[in-house]
């Protein structure tokens, strides 16, 4: 991992008032290192990071990414109910999950247009809008 890597992730804590444990600093530096964003599941985060040699269990990087989430890092996605995505591009944005390969992307979102929601049910209030779209390769 670069100097540049964990200076970045470094200051992505900072930002969200985060102290920097070395597991954290290392997570964050394989999440937003390069500047880009990142879509990954718990266990792709926590692969990656055996494949730089960190020290982390499993059960670390759920709880770290809960942290992120907490913090208005990151978002989650949850595609059905049993595969969460954790995204580093926290706007509005619609995914593309690609059921092939069981990937998450961004969707463009000038192309997509809601006009019509349902109004929420008495004493709610609608609080955000997930749009996940399922692609399939044609037969």
Known sequence: MTSE???RGTEWLGHAGLR???QRVALAALLVGDGNNRHVTAESLFAAAKDQGESVSLATVYNTLRAFCDAGL?????VDGTRSYFDTNTHEHPHFFWEED??????PADQMVISRLPDAPEGAEIAAVDVVIRLRKRS
């Open 5 to 7: 890597a964990v200076q």
């Open 20 to 22: 920097p444990t070395r």
């Open 74 to 78: 990151m978002q989650e996605v949850t």
């Open 102 to 107: 069981g990937h998450l992307t961004d969707a």
